[in-house]
């Protein structure tokens, strides 16, 4: 498992996302089994079929999570380069082919959102950020050829 880095409220939305798994969700399912178990025959009953697998994808899913959390480091802000693209940086680009601006903001994948604006680092546009400095003009492999942009400002 790689390293993830977290904001501060990533960290914490993580920390109360798998609590909610914990607590709640697998309290759910355990009753849901237990309804299941109590109609009867459980070789020909679809109910406690669907709810073991529920269960199962669930106990997955926490264990995942459990994992990001273990290896998860929660990033300062004010320790970061402002020179360059890194995770937290808000970066404002311009493509030179049709001159439209965008701003993005580099998060961990987890955090990703790109209604508000936030892209995984381990995008290919995340990817080809990182590091990079502004004024530099990069060539990013996306999926359907290279796009070019030019980074106007790096900021946090």
Do not use: C, H
């Amino acid at each position: 498992m790689s390293v993830s880095y977290l904001t501060p409220e990533g960290f914490k939305k993580l920390k109360e996302d798998l609590e909610q798994l914990r607590s709640v969700e697998r309290a759910r399912i355990s009753a849901q089994i237990a309804e299941a178990r109590d109609k009867g025959d459980l070789s020909e009953n679809a109910e406690y079929d669907a709810a073991k697998e529920a269960q199962g994808l669930l106990e997955l899913k926490i264990a995942k999570m459990e994992e990001v959390m273990a290896n998860a480091r929660v990033v300062d802000e004010s320790q970061l380069d402002m020179s360059k693209v890194l995770i937290l940086s808000k970066v404002k680009l311009r493509n030179p082919v049709n001159k439209m601006e965008f701003n993005y903001t580099l998060v961990a994948e987890q955090e990703a959102d790109l209604k508000a604006g936030k892209i995984s680092v381990n995008s290919p546009i995340g990817k080809g950020l990182l590091g990079r400095s502004a004024g530099e003009i990069v060539d990013i492999q996306v999926p359907n050829g290279t796009m070019k942009l030019e980074i106007l400002e790096i900021s946090r």
